[in-house]
């Protein structure tokens, strides 16, 4: 069974950078689609992001678009999230999460998730 594990979360002032880290264990991982998701207080968790990890296709969501960025590193079977002038709007629970097969980017078609780290952003 494929582990996720995120890492990098924290506390930041707005305008401040973090990048978040998600190394997957555990065994043969093969996914079709990475992705990061976001729930803050009293809220849905919400598509962030997502990456094919074949082919490195990314899409975002509108509000982060030009400010953070998905990557990964296929040898170290890790993904991450590259998060520039942050917003206290940004701050949440970040999880990521692997799609195995073509799918939405709703988190149910999402079949994976790591246990998630906490962003807080300060104004």
């Known amino acids: 069974q494929v582990q996720l594990v995120e890492s990098g979360g924290g506390l930041v002032q707005a305008g401040g950078s973090l990048r978040l880290s998600c190394a997957a264990s555990g065994g043969t991982f093969s996914s079709y689609r990475m992705g990061w998701f976001r729930q803050a207080t009293g809220k849905e968790r919400e598509f962030v992001a997502a990456?094919?990890?074949?082919?490195?296709?990314?899409t975002y969501t509108d509000s982060v678009k030009g400010r953070f960025t998905i990557s990964r590193d296929n040898a170290k079977n890790t993904l991450y999230l590259q998060m520039n002038s942050l917003k206290p709007e940004d701050t949440a629970v970040y999880y990521c999460a692997a799609q195995y097969f073509s799918g939405s980017y709703s988190a149910q078609d999402f079949a994976s998730w790591g246990q998630g780290t906490q962003v807080t952003v300060s104004s």
């Open positions: 990456i094919k990890w074949i082919g490195g296709g990314t």
